[in-house]
């Protein structure tokens, strides 16, 4: 079980997604917010209940395409998982969703939220705090997902602002600390390339080009993690 704060949070790990799914486990995306205040120019949807329509349209759409379950969608607001004092509502949602579908392992965010979006980080807070505490029998196993430090020193410049702008504030973490690294094939990232493409209202056809660039140049055919518990130990699966 994957679980993010917004469509699209989940791209870096999709080839992950749909590796497991070939493999025949059962694979679920979960989405915290409806996405409703991702505008953007190319796409004219205003912020609202018409957007989160699309972005709902489009989760689904990924999911079809990875061959993975439907998407589980939270509902909550877009920008607002910080605003509880406690995180409490997200805190009820997920240990919900934990007790109801007892997924073996999950990933998610790491502290700093890829680049560092509230709540980015706040997902990965609440799914710490419920792992942690040792109430639930399962999941057994949480993962942070990540990009190597070392990865961002091959890239050059992308065509287009946006992408650039994520390149200059994304948190890469250091290699060594990512010690959880899957190796996927072809068919995966062909596969989580189309899935990409759903989230037309979030990326021009121009942008489309840069993450694209992004997905196949940035951690290659690996998908990099690291577990709750800290080890040095180098392992090639989620179940190890």
């Known amino acids: 079980m994957a679980v993010f704060a917004h469509p699209d949070d989940e791209i870096d790990v999709m080839p992950l997604l749909s590796l497991y799914a070939r493999k025949g486990d059962d694979v679920y995306l979960v989405i915290a917010t409806k996405g409703e205040k991702g505008i953007t120019e190319h796409a004219k949807i205003p912020a609202g209940d018409s957007l989160a329509g699309v972005r709902k349209g489009e989760a689904l759409c990924v999911c079809q395409t990875l061959g993975i379950h439907d998407p589980i969608l939270l509902g909550m607001n877009d920008g607002s998982l910080d605003e509880d004092f406690t995180a409490q509502p997200l805190h009820q949602k997920l240990d919900s969703i934990f007790r109801l579908y007892q997924p073996d392992a999950?990933?998610?965010?790491?502290?700093?939220?890829?680049?560092?979006?509230?709540?980015?980080?706040?997902?990965h807070?609440?799914?710490?705090?419920?792992f942690q505490s040792g109430q639930l029998a399962k999941p057994k196993a949480l993962y942070y997902s990540g990009i190597p430090s070392e990865n961002f020193k091959e890239l050059p410049d992308f065509k287009g602002e946006m992408i650039n702008q994520l390149k200059a504030y994304?948190?890469?973490v250091k290699k060594e600390y990512l010690t959880t690294r899957i190796k996927f094939d072809k068919?995966?990232?062909?596969?989580?390339?189309?899935?990409?493409?759903c989230h037309k209202s979030q990326f021009s056809p121009e942008e489309m080009v840069d993450v694209k660039y992004w997905m196949e140049k940035m951690n290659k055919d690996t998908v990099y993690l690291r577990p709750f518990l800290p080890s040095m130990k180098i392992q090639f699966g989620l179940f190890e």
């Open 187 to 197: 068919d995966d990232i062909d596969r989580s390339i189309r899935a990409m493409y």
């Open 125 to 130: 807070d609440v799914v710490t705090e419920i």
């Open 170 to 172: 994304w948190k890469p």
């Open 106 to 123: 999950v990933i998610t965010w790491g502290p700093e939220g890829g680049y560092g979006h509230m709540d980015h980080r706040i997902v």
